[in-house]
Protein backbone atom coordinates (compact mmCIF):
# COMPACT_ATOMS: atom_id res chain seq x y z
CA UNK A 1 0.00 0.00 0.00
CA UNK A 2 1.21 3.26 -1.25
CA UNK A 3 1.90 5.91 1.41
CA UNK A 4 2.93 9.87 1.48
CA UNK A 5 2.86 11.35 5.36
CA UNK A 6 3.02 14.73 5.51
CA UNK A 7 3.67 16.34 8.72
CA UNK A 8 5.34 19.46 10.23
CA UNK A 9 2.63 22.44 8.89
CA UNK A 10 1.30 24.55 11.82
CA UNK A 11 0.50 28.36 12.82
CA UNK A 12 3.43 30.51 12.55
CA UNK A 13 4.20 33.60 12.63
CA UNK A 14 5.57 36.19 9.55
CA UNK A 15 9.49 35.94 9.43
CA UNK A 16 9.19 32.41 11.24
CA UNK A 17 10.62 28.65 9.86
CA UNK A 18 8.72 25.61 9.76
CA UNK A 19 10.22 22.16 8.03
CA UNK A 20 7.83 19.89 6.61
CA UNK A 21 8.65 16.17 6.14
CA UNK A 22 7.29 13.27 3.93
CA UNK A 23 7.80 9.64 4.79
CA UNK A 24 7.34 7.57 1.94
CA UNK A 25 5.99 3.97 1.88
CA UNK A 26 5.33 1.08 -0.53
CA UNK A 27 7.32 2.01 -3.41
CA UNK A 28 10.80 2.05 -4.35
CA UNK A 29 11.36 5.92 -2.87
CA UNK A 30 14.77 6.15 -4.46
CA UNK A 31 13.16 5.69 -7.95
CA UNK A 32 11.03 9.05 -7.86
CA UNK A 33 11.36 12.59 -8.17
CA UNK A 34 9.84 14.10 -5.14
CA UNK A 35 7.95 17.82 -4.82
CA UNK A 36 5.95 19.77 -2.71
CA UNK A 37 2.98 21.26 -4.03
CA UNK A 38 0.70 23.57 -2.46
CA UNK A 39 -3.20 24.88 -2.26
CA UNK A 40 -4.54 27.91 -0.88
CA UNK A 41 -8.03 28.61 -0.76
CA UNK A 42 -9.86 29.86 -4.04
CA UNK A 43 -6.57 29.09 -5.86
CA UNK A 44 -5.08 26.07 -7.52
CA UNK A 45 -2.41 23.74 -6.69
CA UNK A 46 0.91 25.18 -7.67
CA UNK A 47 3.96 23.34 -7.58
CA UNK A 48 6.46 24.88 -5.07
CA UNK A 49 9.85 22.66 -5.28
CA UNK A 50 11.40 19.53 -6.84
CA UNK A 51 14.09 17.19 -6.13
CA UNK A 52 15.64 14.53 -8.13
CA UNK A 53 15.41 11.08 -7.15
CA UNK A 54 19.26 11.23 -6.66
CA UNK A 55 18.57 14.75 -4.67
CA UNK A 56 21.82 15.94 -7.11
CA UNK A 57 18.76 18.55 -8.77
CA UNK A 58 16.56 20.77 -7.12
CA UNK A 59 13.97 23.29 -8.70
CA UNK A 60 12.07 26.32 -6.95
CA UNK A 61 8.86 28.17 -7.66
CA UNK A 62 9.99 32.27 -8.36
CA UNK A 63 7.60 32.86 -5.20
CA UNK A 64 9.82 31.11 -2.51
CA UNK A 65 13.63 30.94 -3.89
CA UNK A 66 15.99 31.67 -1.51
CA UNK A 67 13.46 30.88 1.17
CA UNK A 68 12.96 27.59 1.02
CA UNK A 69 14.99 24.16 0.46
CA UNK A 70 13.72 20.87 -0.77
CA UNK A 71 16.13 17.98 0.47
CA UNK A 72 15.86 14.09 0.73
CA UNK A 73 17.26 10.85 2.69
CA UNK A 74 16.57 8.00 0.60
CA UNK A 75 18.16 6.22 3.63
CA UNK A 76 14.56 7.29 5.65
CA UNK A 77 12.30 7.47 2.43
CA UNK A 78 11.66 10.96 3.56
CA UNK A 79 11.47 14.46 1.61
CA UNK A 80 11.83 17.59 3.38
CA UNK A 81 10.87 21.11 2.69
CA UNK A 82 12.73 23.56 5.07
CA UNK A 83 10.53 26.59 5.33
CA UNK A 84 12.58 30.31 6.14
CA UNK A 85 11.52 33.83 6.40
CA UNK A 86 7.40 32.76 5.70
CA UNK A 87 5.10 35.41 4.45
CA UNK A 88 1.00 35.43 4.73
CA UNK A 89 0.98 34.05 1.23
CA UNK A 90 2.66 31.17 1.81
CA UNK A 91 -0.28 30.01 3.63
CA UNK A 92 -1.52 26.72 2.54
CA UNK A 93 -2.10 23.18 2.54
CA UNK A 94 1.08 21.74 1.71
CA UNK A 95 1.44 18.44 -0.59
CA UNK A 96 4.10 15.77 -1.28
CA UNK A 97 4.30 14.05 -4.77
CA UNK A 98 6.33 11.16 -5.80
CA UNK A 99 6.62 11.03 -9.75
CA UNK A 100 8.22 7.29 -11.36
CA UNK A 101 11.79 9.25 -12.78
CA UNK A 102 11.15 7.00 -16.21
CA UNK A 103 6.99 7.29 -16.78
CA UNK A 104 4.11 9.12 -14.71
CA UNK A 105 2.32 5.96 -15.54
CA UNK A 106 4.78 3.99 -13.44
CA UNK A 107 3.74 5.86 -10.49
CA UNK A 108 2.31 9.14 -9.26
CA UNK A 109 1.36 9.38 -5.86
CA UNK A 110 -0.28 12.00 -3.78
CA UNK A 111 -0.22 12.59 0.32
CA UNK A 112 -2.70 13.95 2.16
CA UNK A 113 -1.48 17.70 2.92
CA UNK A 114 -0.72 19.11 5.37
CA UNK A 115 -1.69 22.91 6.93
CA UNK A 116 0.58 26.01 7.00
CA UNK A 117 -0.36 29.29 8.32
CA UNK A 118 1.06 32.31 8.46
CA UNK A 119 -0.28 34.70 10.05
CA UNK A 120 0.08 37.41 13.33
Known amino acids: QVQLVESGGGLVQPGGSLRLSCVAS????????MSWYRQAPGKERELVATITSSGGSTNYADSVKGRFTISRDNAKNTVYLQMYSLKPEDTAVYYC?????????????WGQGTQVTVSS
Open 26 to 33: GFTFSRYA
Open 97 to 109: NAEHTIATFLGYY
